[in-house]
């Protein structure tokens, strides 16, 4: 049973610049979410898939964006970088109606 | 929303005492209550959880108690080592479609001096 999996793990990116983040849900789980962890924070909702479908979204502008997809692997978008997107992304899959989460080590990006 | 207050944001114990961190939510439709420890530049790891179904739960040195009516929950940790060092952060699930949709703690930072 291999657990999450998330790439890259260290990125530097610009104001104003995209970036694309990665993760592979553990085998045999369908729920796949995100979550932003600023430095000393507790991690904070952005939003979950559910076969495919963005099933829930957090108090995030719609820069922030994602996909799931069939293989139930995700991706994490976010437009136009700012400053205050410098943080840990962490990806968590789960059987859905679970509530249990398992987490990938995340992507740290910083915002230049 | 959901929101969850957790307390203290730092606890520095002794080897061997025990260690109560707390949380309140808002919430009341939340039946989901799970524990993290997350060690410095790793992924949260769940250590208990509780359903609210259930008033107390234990796990070797680990318990974590659920009270509804008041809407609070709390860790404890008996007999700490000085590997329990590390952020806590509880978390809140209103289940249903919000399955997997935590709302967590601030988190607490345990410092255990051996």
């Known amino acids: 049973e291999t657990g999450v999996t998330q790439s890259p793990t260290h990125l530097i990116k610009t104001r104003g610049q995209q970036v694309t983040l990665r993760c592979s849900s553990q085998?045999?789980?369908?729920?796949v979410s995100w979550y932003q962890q600023a430095l000393g924070q507790g991690p904070q909702f952005i939003f979950q898939?559910?076969?495919?479908?963005?099933?829930g979204r957090g108090n995030f502008p719609p820069r922030f964006s994602g996909l799931q997809f069939p293989n139930y692997s995700s991706e994490l978008n976010v437009n136009a970088l700012e400053l205050d997107d410098s943080a840990l992304y962490l990806c968590?899959?789960?059987?859905?109606?679970?509530?249990?989460?398992?987490f990938g080590e995340g992507s740290r990006l910083t915002v230049l | 929303g959901e929101n969850v207050e957790q307390h203290p944001s730092t606890l520095s114990v002794q080897e061997g005492d025990s260690a109560v961190i707390k949380c309140t939510y808002s919430?009341?439709?939340?039946?989901?209550f799970p524990w993290y420890k997350q060690e410095l530049g790793k992924r949260p790891q769940l250590i208990i959880d509780?359903?609210?179904?259930?008033g107390e739960k234990k796990d070797q040195r680990i318990a974590v108690t659920l009270n509804k009516t008041a809407k609070h929950f709390s860790l404890h940790i008996t007999e700490t080592q000085p590997e329990d060092s590390a952020v806590y952060f509880c978390?809140?699930?209103?289940?249903?479609?919000?399955?997997?949709?935590?709302?967590f703690g601030q988190g607490t930072i345990l410092t255990v001096h051996p």
């Open positions: 509780i359903r609210s179904n259930v």
């Open positions: 085998s045999g789980h369908n729920t």
């Open positions: 919430d009341s439709a939340s039946n989901y």
């Open positions: 968590a899959s789960s059987l859905a109606r679970t509530g249990e989460l398992f």
């Open positions: 898939y559910y076969r495919e479908e963005e099933n």
């Open positions: 978390a809140a699930d209103a289940g249903g479609t919000s399955y997997g949709k935590l709302t």
